[in-house]
């Protein structure tokens, strides 16, 4: 068996991935089958000049990845064979919103049964985030990651240190990046993502001639949340208002205090938010879409059937962007362009 192991002693890929990829080379090829007796760990450090530490590393998450056994005694195994050619994929919501399972389903219909895909969300929690990855280190062919934390004071930051030093670890062909492009990582990595603030830019601006008839328009931010959104969408729309001399608010939710004017244009980032002010138009003496306006962030059925406007990014193109990056084994970096979808809300 040791005469199949192959590694380049000069390549920049770390040793032990050098190790597990061969060894799963050789298993797709049928070289490896089920029982077929692995070197000890002392043979292959002598035999490569490499550290013993090293074998192990690769050895142990071979074992996390059930692909060779141990038996005491005896010696170490191969395990499993049947599921060796599909690459496994860790994918990596912060929330498990229904647009992110959107993006998600959409990345399992691109990939169809090609990859093994495993899902977890971090609920924007740095602590859970890193025991994840350091559970799952090594343990996956491509890591998929949505980066959106929250800091002890529940605002939102795109990362913090203790998550790029993690990220940063994997190596580049197994990372992909997806929905937020605000972050610290850098190198030659696959990434899809939106731009938040210019995406609000132009998303208002597409739909200026309706905006136009409000003089004020007032957004509904939550500074704090459990699940923050990024201040770059509230960034761009402070900007979009400079650029056009709109008069603007800023709220962090809407109560029973909040109060409603004729002209006055409402834009929502949070679903409660939107239930809430829709209701007290239609409480009011006002119209919706012709005295009072209003403008959601992100589309849904719901809000097509009730015929909301919407700023929103195509969720099923972002998954499918993300597929077809690893089923292709490229390296690109995709922005999903923003819609703006004008309805009787507006």
Not at 51 to 79: F, H, M, P
Not at 80 to 93: D, H, M, N
Not at 131 to 157: A, G, Q
Request: aromatic share 10%.
């Amino acid at each position: 068996m040791i005469d199949y192991i192959m590694l380049d002693l000069n390549s920049s890929v770390p040793k032990y991935i050098q190790i597990i990829d061969c060894i799963v080379n050789n298993i797709s090829k049928g070289q490896f089958k089920i029982g077929d007796k692995m070197p000890s760990m002392s043979k292959l450090s002598k035999e490569f000049y490499i550290s013993k530490d090293t074998v192990e590393r690769a050895y142990r998450v071979l074992k996390k990845r059930r692909i060779i056994i141990t038996i005491q005694g005896k010696g170490t195994y191969i395990a499993e064979t049947r599921a060796i050619s599909k690459p496994k994929i860790l994918f990596l919501v912060n929330k498990l919103s229904p647009y992110k399972i959107k993006v998600y389903n959409s990345f399992l219909e691109q990939l169809e049964d090609s990859s093994i895909v495993d899902i977890h969300s971090y609920h924007c929690d740095e602590t859970l985030f890193l025991e994840l990855m350091k559970k799952y280190e090594s343990s996956y062919d491509y890591y998929v990651i949505m980066p959106h934390f929250r800091t002890k004071n529940l605002l939102h930051v795109s990362t913090t240190d203790k998550v790029t030093e993690v990220i940063k670890k994997i190596p580049k062909e197994n990372l992909v990046l997806l929905d937020n492009s605000d972050h610290k990582i850098e190198g030659d990595f696959n990434e899809v993502y939106q731009d938040y603030k210019n995406d609000v830019i132009d998303a208002l601006n597409k739909g200026n001639k309706s905006i136009a008839k409000y003089n004020t328009i007032t957004i509904v931010y939550p500074k704090t949340s459990f699940y923050p959104y990024p201040k770059s969408i509230l960034e761009g729309f402070k900007q979009y208002c400079a650029q056009n001399s709109f008069k603007f608010k800023i709220i962090e939710e809407v109560t029973l205090q909040t109060s409603i004017a004729p002209k006055n244009l409402f834009i929502t980032l949070v679903d409660n938010d939107l239930v809430k002010i829709v209701n007290k138009i239609k409480s009011s003496k006002y119209k919706l879409g012709k005295d009072i306006g209003v403008i959601s962030y992100n589309d849904s059925p719901l809000k097509q059937l009730l015929g909301i406007t919407v700023i929103s990014t195509n969720f099923s193109s972002m998954g499918k962007e993300a597929a077809r990056m690893i089923f292709e084994k490229k390296k690109e970096k995709v922005q999903i362009p923003v819609n703006f979808i004008n309805r009787e809300s507006l």
